[in-house]
């Protein structure tokens, strides 16, 4: 009986927040804390509605405005600021991703809104870092509904079983092992890169 060759990775697909970004909402909760109420992150995504601004149906201009009638006291500006000012690269993992795009297919697949993908890709080149790339705010829709990745599947030209995919959120790992991809759900880029040599990814 022939035993069947295991497909060898041609693609990876990285997530961006908590995986090649840290985050930090210190300076923005910092910010709002000297208005008269105080909120936890969570509060404030549920009254910003932040998962409409990642699907792209309201702007960045929106959300700011949002943002800032929760604490109106403090400048609209540095409201803007403490929103964007939330990031800390992961070194180790930026150098992964460089390295895996001489020898493989690298993309990027975000739940983000515009305002950050515009900040991240001024601050570090995001999308010069990969082959190709799809924020949720473009796409309409978000990580964990299978439309993504059908639309990354599409987009990138991908094979599933070539693929794997690097995330830190369990849902949004589940669902590209639905469509057949490899995943990973991104903890330490020890572990991560060690899982990738698992899977013969050369790193």
Not at 18 to 44: H, I, K, W
Not at 174 to 183: D, M, V
Request: proline share 4%.
């Amino acid at each position: 009986m022939l035993v069947a060759e295991v497909m060898k990775i041609d693609t990876v697909i990285f997530d961006v927040g908590r995986v090649l970004v840290d985050l930090d909402f210190q300076p923005l909760l910092g910010c709002m804390a000297r208005s008269a109420q105080q909120y936890t992150m969570n509060e404030v995504i549920a009254a910003i509605d932040l998962h409409a601004h990642e699907r792209g149906e309201i702007d960045g201009s929106v959300l700011i405005d949002r943002l800032h009638g929760l604490t109106p006291l403090v400048e609209r500006a540095e409201v803007h600021r403490g929103w964007l000012n939330m990031f800390a690269p992961v070194k180790p993992m930026f150098g992964l991703m460089n390295d895996l795009k001489a020898r493989y297919q690298v993309h990027l697949l975000s739940n983000v809104g515009d305002l950050h993908w515009a900040h991240l890709n001024e601050q570090y080149d995001l999308c010069a870092q990969a082959h190709d790339a799809i924020p949720s705010f473009r796409a309409g829709v978000m990580k964990p509904d299978e439309k993504i990745y059908q639309l990354a599947e599409a987009q990138f030209d991908l094979t599933p079983a070539r693929t794997v995919f690097i995330d830190d959120l369990e849902p949004n790992v589940i669902a590209a092992r639905q469509r057949g991809w490899h995943s990973i759900q991104h903890q330490t880029p020890q572990q991560t890169i060690q899982l990738l040599r698992e899977m013969g990814v050369e790193c």
